[in-house]
């Protein structure tokens, strides 16, 4: 039994050393191709900060329209005030 366990051993390394060895390694070298150079990778960080920026400039501007809407819509509240008030004071130079 330890003689057939040996030689199938033995058949396993010989079969093992026939592979070929020529190609180092053929995954490092795919890796070598598909990877992105410095310059794809820093146009992309600044496309991603143009588009941060871009998003929000435009929640500021949403705010800043919402905060203009509400002060005119306060004014338009105050005008009336000054409009009642100034009747109130001509009706009381009246009497």
Known sequence: ???????FVGAAALALAACNNSSQDAVGDNADLNAATADDLNA???????????????????????????????????DDVETNASDADTAVNGM
């Open 44 to 78: 992309l960080a600044g496309d991603a900060a143009n588009d941060a920026e871009a998003e929000a400039l435009g929640n500021q501007a949403a705010q800043l329209n919402a905060e203009a809407e509400a002060a005119a819509a306060e004014n338009t509240a105050d």
């Open 1 to 7: 039994m330890k003689k057939l366990s040996f030689a």
